[in-house]
T-cell receptor
Framework: NAGVTQTPKFQVLKTGQSMTLQCAQD?????MYWYRQDPGMGLRLIYY???????DKGEVPNGYNVSRLNKREFSLRLESAAPSQTSVYFC????????????FGDGTRLSIL | AQSVTQLDSQVPVFEEAPVELRCNYS??????LFWYVQYPNQGLQLLLK??????LVKGINGFEAEFNKSQTSFHLRKPSVHISDTAEYFC????????????FGAGTTVTVRA
């Protein structure tokens, strides 16, 4: 009954530190996504992976890198965190493509001081 | 590119009253349309989607939405809300020409009062 699992749930970083957000899905989905959610702005796509072995930029990729480790796992890395990256980060997965529902994790709340 | 505008940022409503959440979009290509709901401290869940066919779409928990192509709108309605419908609601569009990029509106917070 896990669905999409994100770790950690909360994190506080100092400016310049690096961090990797982990995401795993157990639904055998092909596509995975990383979003950030900021007040009054909805969700914005950072990166996505259409299928295992591929990754592509979304709307706001600057300052982030991703790795599709295998079909289940899709990680998001902040190499040098900045206060502007304080946000709630959501991972999602879908069978394939936007015409299929996206299933979301519960989010990682990240604060950068 | 496409954009989504949710016309109301906050909607207070009394229990058992009807509610309508308005969503307009713009896009240079045909789109798929979605409504998602987010309960406090949780991720988003799909309420309903329009892919093709009938413009009136029924979703979970008694919600429905109507696609109006001429007005580029996809408004969400529920005839009688419950306290448990208190949540944030997001309208989203995905271009048929690119199967992976969803664009979300800023969200509408619905607060249901007894």
């Amino acid at each position: 009954n896990a669905g999409v699992t994100q770790t950690p749930k909360f994190q506080v970083l100092k400016t310049g530190q690096s961090m990797t957000l982990q995401c795993a899905q157990d639904m055998n989905h092909n596509s995975m996504y990383w979003y950030r959610q900021d007040p009054g702005m909805g969700l914005r796509l950072i990166y996505y992976s259409a299928s295992e072995g591929t990754t592509d930029k979304g709307e706001v990729p600057n300052g982030y890198n991703v790795s599709r480790l295998n079909k289940r796992e899709f990680s998001l890395r902040l190499e040098s965190a900045a206060p502007s990256q304080t946000s709630v980060y959501f991972c999602a997965s879908s069978v394939r493509g936007v015409n299929q529902p996206q299933h979301f994790g519960d989010g990682t709340r990240l604060s950068i001081l | 590119a496409q954009s989504v505008t949710q016309l109301d940022s906050q909607v207070p409503v009394f229990e058992e009253a009807p509610v309508e959440l308005r969503c307009n979009y713009s896009s240079s290509v045909s789109v798929y349309l979605f409504w998602y709901v987010q309960y406090p401290n949780q991720g988003l869940q799909l309420l309903l989607k329009y892919l093709s066919g009938s413009t009136l779409v029924k979703g979970i928990n008694g919600f429905e939405a109507e696609f109006n192509k001429s007005q580029t709108s996809f408004h969400l309605r529920k005839p009688s809300v419950h306290i448990s419908d208190t949540a944030e609601y997001f309208c989203a569009v995905g271009p048929r020409s690119n199967d992976y990029k969803l664009s979300f509106g800023a969200g509408t917070t619905v607060t249901v009062r007894a």
